[in-house]
Antibody, heavy 119, light 110 residues
Framework: EVQLVESGGGLVQPGGSLRLSCAASGFTFSFYDMHWVRQTTGNGLEWVSGFGTAGDTYYLDSVKGRFTISRENAKNSLYLQMDSLRAEDTAVYYC?????????????WGQGTMVTVSS | SVLTQPPSASGTPGQRVTISCSGS????????VNWYQHLPGTAPKLLIYSNNERPSGVPDRFSGSKSGTSASLAISGLQSEDEADYYC????????????FGGGTKLTVL
């Protein structure tokens, strides 16, 4: 079964750090672009970061310099290191697979992990 | 949000409902549009990709279209289980490889 499972969310104080993980299974992980998308409380979906198969990385302007996306193909895993966290980063963070055959549509999503930034 | 959607839509069972998504030349005008269905507390689901294509398993009651810098999602034969949030999305050339989403439309089945 094709699956993405996120972990690593939790409560952190402003200025703190968290590392999110996304474990992939059921497909050849290295063949796909991978992304992080978040949903803040009461708001819609917001793309956060992406990691292409060629090693290219992309970030939402508001997280650039604070968040770092990485992947370990040997472990079928995607990560998001989040530093200097702010209250506005509070959200459910989803891991999503980008399907290049379908023009980059996010065809598989995880269930999400909650990140709360509060003192 | 970079893409503009109506915040809400509604219909009765069996009706046809459309949800609009308005963008610009740097996103919808240059790239294909994808639509996602999201029930709170669950994983979002890809509903339409490349403007009007359905992944396997998505009922043909769902259809998408695009014209210029706008797109729309149509749901025919509305069912109670269609009650969810719907988001359009597209890549945006002006944002260095970013994906932009619409603000989402909450569909209520009356």
């Amino acid at each position: 079964e094709v699956q993405l499972v996120e972990s690593g969310g939790g409560l952190v104080q402003p200025g703190g750090s968290l590392r999110l993980s996304c474990a992939a299974s059921g497909f050849t992980f290295s063949f796909y672009d991978m992304h992080w998308v978040r949903q803040t409380t009461g708001n819609g979906l917001e793309w956060v970061s992406g990691f292409g198969t060629a090693g290219d990385t992309y970030y939402l302007d508001s997280v650039k310099g604070r968040f770092t996306i990485s992947r370990e193909n040997a472990k079928n895993s995607l990560y998001l290191q989040m530093d200097s966290l702010r209250a506005e980063d509070t959200a459910v963070y989803y891991c999503a697979r980008g399907n290049s055959t379908w023009y980059g549509a996010f065809d598989i999503w995880g269930q999400g992990t909650m990140v709360t930034v509060s003192s | 949000s970079v893409l503009t959607q109506p915040p809400s839509a509604s219909g009765t069972p069996g009706q046809r409902v459309t949800i609009s998504c308005s963008g610009s030349s740097s996103n919808i005008g240059s790239h294909t549009v994808n639509w996602y269905q999201h029930l709170p507390g669950t994983a979002p689901k890809l509903l339409i990709y490349s403007n009007n294509e359905r992944p396997s398993g998505v009922p043909d009651r769902f259809s998408g279209s695009k014209s210029g810098t706008s797109a729309s999602l149509a749901i025919s034969g509305l069912q109670s289980e269609d009650e969810a949030d719907y988001y359009c999305a597209a890549w945006d050339d002006s944002l260095n490889g970013h994906v932009v989403f619409g603000g989402g439309t909450k569909l209520t089945v009356l």
